[in-house]
C-alpha cells in the first residue's frame, strides 16, 4: 500500500509538471486500489483484535497498521487532487521557476514517504526521528513557493490561476510530508507504547 502510495504521488506531481492529462487520468482511475487496500487492512485488524484478543505489543502492532494505512489513504487523496489540478490547469500560463520548485517538492515528499515506511518495515525509531526532521525542509520549500506565487499574481492577473495552483499543489504534499511524519511516529509508538510528536504540529484528523 505503501509502495502504491508513494508510485500515486510521483506520478501525479510528473503529471502536473509535463502537463501530461493522461497520466493524471491513471492516477485517478487507480485510487480505488488503494481504498479498497486500507479497506481489506481495516477488516483483517478488526477481526484479529475480535478473535485473538492481541495485547500489548501485538495490540500496537495493529493500532499502528490501521492509522499507518488511513495516513497513506490520505497520500493517495492528495495524490488524485494534484491529478485533478493538472486537468484544470492545462492550457494555463505556467512559471517554469515554480514549476521547477513543484518538482523539488514532489521528490522530497516522495523521499520522505519511502523513508518512513522503510524505517515502519525495520521497527527503527531513530530512523523514524531522522526522516521526520526532513519535513521541515519540506514546510520551507512549500512556504518559498507561496511567496514567489503571490509575487507572480501581483504582477499580473495572467498568473492568477496558475499562482493559486501552485500554492494549492504544494498544500496537498506538504500535507504528505506531514502524513509521513505522522508514520515515523506510529513507528515510535509500535517500540516504545508512548504517543509522541517529531517536530512539528499534527495535522487536524479531519478529511479535506
Same mark, same amino acid.
Given at each position: 500500500?505503501?509502495?502504491? +502510495?508513494?508510485?500515486?504521488?510521483?506520478? $501525479?506531481?510528473?503529471?502536473?509538471?509535463?502537463?501530461?492529462?493522461?497520466?493524471?487520468?491513471?492516477?485517478?482511475?487507480?485510487?480505488?486500489?488503494?481504498?479498497?487496500?486500507? &479497506?481489506?487492512?481495516?477488516?483483517? *485488524?478488526?477481526?484479529?483484535?475480535?478473535?485473538?484478543?492481541?495485547?500489548?505489543?501485538?495490540?500496537? &502492532?495493529?493500532?499502528?497498521?490501521?492509522?499507518? $494505512? %488511513?495516513?497513506?489513504? @490520505?497520500?493517495?487523496?492528495? +495524490?488524485? *487532487?494534484?491529478?485533478?489540478?493538472?486537468?484544470?490547469?492545462?492550457?494555463?500560463? @505556467?512559471?517554469?521557476?515554480?514549476?521547477?520548485?513543484?518538482?523539488?517538492?514532489?521528490?522530497? %515528499?516522495?523521499?520522505?514517504?519511502?523513508? $518512513?515506511?522503510? +524505517?515502519?518495515?525495520?521497527?527503527? %525509531?531513530?530512523?523514524?526521528?531522522?526522516?521526520?526532521?526532513?519535513?521541515?525542509?519540506?514546510?520551507?520549500?512549500?512556504?518559498?513557493?507561496?511567496?514567489?506565487?503571490?509575487?507572480? &499574481?501581483?504582477?499580473?492577473?495572467?498568473?492568477?490561476?496558475?499562482?493559486? $495552483?501552485?500554492?494549492?499543489? +504544494?498544500?496537498?504534499?506538504?500535507?504528505?510530508?506531514?502524513?509521513?511524519?505522522?508514520?515515523?511516529?506510529?513507528?515510535?509508538?509500535?517500540?516504545?507504547?508512548?504517543?509522541?510528536?517529531?517536530?512539528?504540529?499534527?495535522?487536524?484528523?479531519?478529511?479535506?
Amino acid at each position: 500500500m505503501g509502495m502504491m +502510495a508513494s508510485e500515486a504521488i510521483m506520478k $501525479s506531481v510528473k503529471a502536473y509538471i509535463d502537463h501530461d492529462k493522461s497520466l493524471a487520468k491513471e492516477v485517478i482511475r487507480n485510487d480505488h486500489v488503494i481504498n479498497k487496500r486500507e &479497506m481489506d487492512l481495516e477488516k483483517e *485488524s478488526f477481526e484479529m483484535i475480535a478473535l485473538q484478543q492481541p495485547v500489548t505489543s501485538d495490540l500496537r &502492532m495493529i493500532v499502528t497498521v490501521l492509522k499507518a $494505512s %488511513s495516513d497513506l489513504e @490520505r497520500m493517495g487523496d492528495h +495524490a488524485v *487532487s494534484i491529478a485533478q489540478e493538472t486537468i484544470r490547469v492545462k492550457g494555463e500560463t @505556467r512559471i517554469p521557476e515554480i514549476e521547477k520548485l513543484i518538482a523539488e517538492m514532489g521528490e522530497m %515528499s516522495t523521499s520522505i514517504v519511502e523513508d $518512513s515506511l522503510e +524505517a515502519y518495515l525495520k521497527k527503527d %525509531s531513530k530512523m523514524a526521528e531522522e526522516v521526520a526532521h526532513r519535513d521541515v525542509e519540506i514546510d520551507a520549500k512549500s512556504t518559498l513557493i507561496n511567496e514567489l506565487c503571490i509575487k507572480d &499574481m501581483q504582477k499580473t492577473v495572467e498568473n492568477v490561476l496558475s499562482g493559486s $495552483s501552485y500554492m494549492l499543489v +504544494a498544500s496537498y504534499l506538504e500535507r504528505v510530508g506531514d502524513y509521513a511524519t505522522n508514520i515515523c511516529e506510529w513507528v515510535v509508538y509500535l517500540n516504545t507504547g508512548h504517543v509522541v510528536e517529531l517536530n512539528r504540529k499534527h495535522i487536524p484528523d479531519v478529511d479535506e
